[in-house]
């Protein structure tokens, strides 16, 4: 079992940067595929990015190649969303997520969520 907490959301102005970071507890946590998801008020969670559990594969949804990176260091259990070029549409809830070894788009995939962190861009 893992428990996910998500940090470093905030308001940023259009076109400006912030850093995700999920920590992670339990000694496994390389061995599970990780997402980002958001969702934004009155709309359905979507999937943004995933990493494999080694961290050799990435992929992004496709409003976001581009301007977001999702890394993870194991060794201090914890993943990343580099998310660059920030616009008024990428305002939402942004949860973490772990499940499988490989890669998941799917909400189903992921077997434990965080509790979400806010992300507002104003323009």
């Known amino acids: 079992q893992v428990q996910l907490v998500e940090s470093g959301g905030g308001l940023v102005q259009a076109g400006g940067s912030l850093r995700l970071s999920c920590a992670a507890s339990?000694?496994?946590?390389?061995?599970?595929?990780m997402g980002w998801f958001r969702q934004a008020p009155g709309k359905e969670r979507e999937f943004v990015a995933a990493i494999s559990a080694s961290g050799g594969y990435t992929d992004y949804t496709d409003s976001v190649k581009g301007r977001f990176t999702i890394s993870r260091d194991n060794a201090k259990n914890t993943l990343y969303l580099q998310m660059n070029s920030l616009k008024p549409e990428d305002t939402a809830v942004y949860y973490c997520?772990?499940?499988?070894?490989?890669?998941?788009?799917?909400?189903?995939?992921?077997?434990?969520w965080g509790q979400g962190t806010q992300v507002t861009v104003s323009s």
């Open positions: 997520a772990a499940g499988d070894y490989g890669l998941g788009y799917a909400l189903s995939y992921y077997d434990y």
């Open positions: 339990g000694r496994t946590f390389s061995s599970y595929g």
